[in-house]
């Protein structure tokens, strides 16, 4: 059995993670905003609802007063918010506010450092300890994207992942980046990856994939490290 401690876990890919990772006997503490619909579930997983707001500087402390004395045998971080119409063929970074600018980079990289930060102390108890962080193809080489401060985050996390790594090697903590292209996260994962793909024509990448990838790397012994995955869409030319 393993506990799990999931943040960004409402929906899309966290409440897909969330439903889709752990097995039956495992525990999962779901980090979000608002309340997610899978602690409704009744599939032999329990699963508790720590409400934070990432955007907060006292998440973290919320976090791991949840936590108390708990041990965390993988840590998956999928946190992340983008610029107001940044997929739009509209949008320009000549727009961007600086209040908006500024947290962004607090969501997607201040927090993510403070959290990881605050927890170790329950990942270094468990002995197959593993911490799984989830960024973009946007923050790889010639991604072609204009998001100057997603971008840029999305680069951050990878930093974040190199340097984390390390940090946490004497600990025997395997630290993971999965960069993933774009994703048919409006589809629920309930509904089946045939759904998803044929929604979008087969160009975007069903969660499922995404749940697969990260529960092989879950699956691996002490021994073993992944450093880094990148799944861009396989009609993606660019990445």
């Not at 201040?110 to 300890?129: E, F, K, M, N, Y």
């Not at 529960?215 to 993606?236: F, G, M, Q, W």
Request: proline share 3%.
């Amino acid at each position: 059995m393993k506990t799990y401690l999931v943040f960004g876990a409402s929906k899309g890919l966290g409440d897909a993670f969330v439903r889709g990772v752990p097995e039956q006997g495992d525990k999962v503490w779901v980090v979000s905003r608002s309340k997610p619909e899978s602690l409704d579930l009744n599939d032999g997983i329990n699963r508790i609802w720590i409400q934070a707001d990432l955007s907060e500087l006292n998440a973290a402390a919320r976090v791991t007063d949840k936590l108390a004395n708990e041990t965390v045998d993988v840590l998956i971080y999928n946190v992340g918010i983008w610029e107001r119409e940044g997929f739009e063929e509209h949008y320009t970074f000549d727009k961007d506010e600086p209040a908006d600018i500024s947290r962004l980079i607090h969501v997607n990289i201040t927090s993510a450092i403070v959290c990881i930060q605050a927890v170790l102390p329950h990942i270094r108890q468990s002995a197959v300890g593993k911490i799984i962080l989830i960024g973009s193809t946007a923050g790889l080489n010639n991604s072609n994207s204009t998001q100057v401060s997603f971008v840029a985050s999305k680069f951050a996390i990878r930093g974040i992942t190199e340097a984390l790594r390390e940090h946490t090697r004497k600990d025997g903590i395997a630290v993971t980046c999965i960069n993933p292209g774009e994703l048919a996260a409006e589809i629920p994962y309930e509904e089946g990856s045939e759904r998803a793909l044929a929604a979008y024509n087969g160009t975007r990448i069903p969660l499922q994939d995404m749940v697969a990838l990260v529960k092989c790397v879950v699956s691996l012994s002490k021994a073993a490290c992944v450093k880094e995955i990148n799944i861009p869409a396989l009609t993606d030319l660019n990445t």
